[in-house]
């Protein structure tokens, strides 16, 4: 599967922002998903997980309640709708699938290259 993400952008603090990952290839459907970022000299974390159902969300707390996570398996899309956005919330967001449950970064199979976001304060 290889995956394309989009929407990153530059919002002021408080703003929306919604990510969409684009997958080609098969087997999309059949993957857990993940969102994660990563700050400049920071480690890149998992900011929200779906499994191939999406039967099961995970959030990192420091977004829980503002980001929410969705798939589309007859698009092979998944998206990040972002609200309420915080200058903490820049980084390089990346969309990745896999068959670890919960999704962490070192069993994911696939990665699409990062979209920045940035948030002004």
């Known amino acids: 599967v290889q995956l394309q993400a989009s929407g990153g952008g530059l919002v002021q603090a408080g703003g929306s922002l919604r990510l969409s990952c684009a997958a080609s290839?098969?087997?999309?459907?059949?993957?857990?998903i993940g969102w994660f970022r990563q700050a400049p000299g920071k480690e890149r974390e998992v900011v929200a997980a779906m499994t191939w159902r999406g039967g099961n969300m995970n959030y990192a707390d420091s977004v829980k309640g503002r980001f929410t996570i969705s798939r589309d398996n007859a698009k092979n899309t998944m998206s990040l709708q972002m609200n309420s956005l915080k200058p903490d919330d820049t980084a390089t967001y990346y969309c990745?699938?896999?068959?670890?449950?919960?999704?962490?970064?070192?069993?994911?199979?696939?990665w699409g290259k990062g979209t920045q976001v940035t948030v002004s304060s």
């Open positions: 990745a699938v896999g068959n670890s449950w919960p999704v962490k970064q070192y069993g994911m199979d696939s």
């Open positions: 290839g098969r087997g999309f459907s059949t993957y857990n």
